[in-house]
Each structure stands twice: as C-alpha cells, then as structure tokens.
C-alpha cells in the first residue's frame, strides 16, 4: 500500500515562515499531481497548492508570492512564509499515485494532516 507522512506544522508569529513536507512511501510505480489543502472548523477544505508531474504550479490567490510548492522525487514540500493568523489550518497532502496494487489506476491517497497555527 501507499502511505503519506506529513511533517513540519506547529505554532508561529505572525510574519514567520514554517515549511511542511509529505513523503510518499510504499509500493509506488507513478505519482500524478500532489497537492495541499487546508481545512477549518468554520471553512470546506480548500486547495492551496497543486504541483504537476511536470512541476508547474498553481496557487489559492490567497498565497500567491508567500507560498511555494515543491517537490523532490516522492516527498512534496510547502514553503510557508510571511505566514497570517488567516493561514491558522489543518494542512492535507494529497498525492494521485499508481502502485503495484492499482495499475494501471491511480489511487488518491492522504495524509493524516498537521497543524499549523499563526499567533497575531
């Protein structure tokens, strides 16, 4: 099976930076598009990064030039910096992934979240 580990959340200032990263293990034959989301009590989960196998990018307008997505083989990175109290979230990995167990599919597969809280 395919697992995602997300690392990297935790509390911070207002103005500072944190950076989350998801690692992709297990019987992995291709990864497709991964992706962060963001979820809150009070707001649907929303998408605030995507990075393509190709590596372009798109960004929620919201973090556009204060987050950067990246990817190094299986692990997806996000690169958090001049971090809101709005940005206060559960952030997801998300990662499209053909295993041995479901070629020739891709499976969607998640990670258990972690949060990231901004202090004003």
């Known amino acids: 099976q395919v697992q995602l580990v997300e690392s990297g959340g935790g509390l911070v200032q207002a103005g500072g930076s944190l950076r989350l990263s998801c690692a992709a293990s297990g019987s992995i034959l291709e990864i497709n598009v991964m992706r962060w989301y963001r979820q809150t009590a009070e707001k649907q989960r929303e998408l605030v990064a995507d990075?393509?196998?190709?590596?372009s990018t798109k960004y929620l307008d919201s973090v556009k030039g204060r987050f950067t997505i990246s990817k190094d083989k299986n692990t997806v990175y996000l690169q958090m910096n001049s971090l809101k109290p709005e940005d206060t979230a559960v952030y997801l990995c998300?990662?499209?992934?053909?295993?041995?167990?479901?070629?020739?599919?891709?499976?969607?597969?998640w990670g258990q979240g972690t949060q990231v809280t901004v202090s004003s």
């Open positions: 998300y990662a499209s992934v053909q295993s041995h167990q479901s070629f020739p599919t891709f499976s969607h597969y």
């Open positions: 990075i393509a196998p190709g590596g």
